[in-house]
């Protein structure tokens, strides 16, 4: 049985055949989904798919990077007050990207900060995005010693060298999603020594669609193929890649 432990089931993307994406996750041995929240916009329509599948999907609430601006401290509010409405299962997907834009930084990495301390304080996850903010990032991990929590890098893509540096920074696991299907990734030479006690599997559906389907909408189905493909990297069956990266997701998001 596999997790996906970040997938984006609510999106408008999944609007006309969400009963068929579903029931194609089921035959593909999916049991579960981990949805992050991204901000206020889409908070209704999240717990509304989490309603439709209880004990299946599991709601996160996070302000992402991408939606600092002018008015993130309203948006950052709005998870301090609901976070408290009902169970959610991560703070996420949160974190820094300086890839679209680097006009509020400042502001991400005090966002950023602020929602792992309250996710500490909650005894919760946290769900982290990363792009383009290696250096940024790094600080903020420095800055954020002695907050004890539990993160998984989202879409991890990096180095082994990077894996190793994070680790010694806290307690971290990494999602590993269709990237690590592309050819040339850069990522399976890290999953070659990577341990498969740190790894999570992940979609980002409707996003990152893993080879053979690359190009099209992603959808939880597809998790099958980066399950695989980590399998063949490490040279193991793939059975065991999927009781591993479920046991991880269980005991991380507290299933």
């Known amino acids: ?3 996906d432990t970040h997938c984006h089931l609510y999106d ?3 609007r006309d055949d969400f009963s068929d994406v579903l029931e194609r996750a089921r035959e593909a041995g999916v049991e579960a989904f981990v949805m992050p929240g991204i901000d206020s916009s889409c ?3 999240m717990l509304s798919a989490a309603d439709r599948l209880p004990g299946v999907a599991y709601p996160c609430i996070g302000l992402h990077p991408t939606s600092v601006d002018a008015s993130w401290e309203k948006e950052l509010d709005f998870v301090r007050e609901h976070l408290s409405d009902r169970r959610f299962y991560a ?3 949160i974190g820094l990207d300086e890839y679209w834009s680097k006009e509020f930084v400042k502001e991400q990495i ?3 900060e602020e929602q792992v301390a309250l996710a500490s304080e909650a005894g919760l996850p946290v769900i982290i995005h990363l792009r383009e903010a290696t250096d940024d990032f790094f600080r903020a991990l420095e800055d954020l010693r002695g907050v004890g929590f539990r993160g998984v890098m989202h879409a991890w893509s990096g180095s082994y060298e990077s894996y190793r540096r994070i680790l010694s920074l806290g307690d971290f696991k990494f999602g590993i999603g269709g990237v690590a299907t592309y050819r040339n990734a850069g990522v399976a030479q890290a999953l070659e020594k990577m341990s498969l006690g740190d790894l999570m599997l992940e979609t980002d559906c409707p996003w990152l669609t893993p080879v053979p389907f690359r190009g099209r909408r992603n959808e939880p189905s597809y998790i099958r193929f980066t399950a695989e ?3 063949q990297i490490k040279d193991m069956p793939v059975d065991d890649v999927a009781s591993a990266t479920t046991s991880n997701a269980r005991e991380f998001f507290n299933l």
């Open 12 to 14: 408008e993307a999944f």
């Open 229 to 231: 493909k980590i399998a």
């Open 43 to 45: 908070h209704d329509a």
């Open 1 to 3: 049985m596999l997790i």
């Open 110 to 112: 005090r966002v950023f």
């Open 91 to 93: 703070i996420g997907e």
